[in-house]
């Protein structure tokens, strides 16, 4: 809902957003679905899944876009 308040100038923060809520969503889908979140992705002593990766984009282009596009957002 947020996604559609957000100004037209801000397309690539929309996109971020649309990550970090569907990373969640598919994180929540598994734990309801299969009890646990799958992690497939093994990096060193940690291990990842494709909804982890979605939301650790999202969150950083969301906080790239706050910072440089401030005076769009809070104006």
Known sequence: MLVYLLSSQLKVM??????????????VLDKIILGAS????????????????FQWVGAGIILFKVFRKED???Y
């Open 14 to 27: 929309k996109l971020g957003m649309t990550l970090l809520i569907s990373g969640i969503f598919g994180n």
């Open 38 to 53: 799958v992690d497939f992705i093994p990096l060193g002593p940690f291990s990842f899944n494709i909804a982890d990766v």
């Open 72 to 74: 769009v957002i809070w």
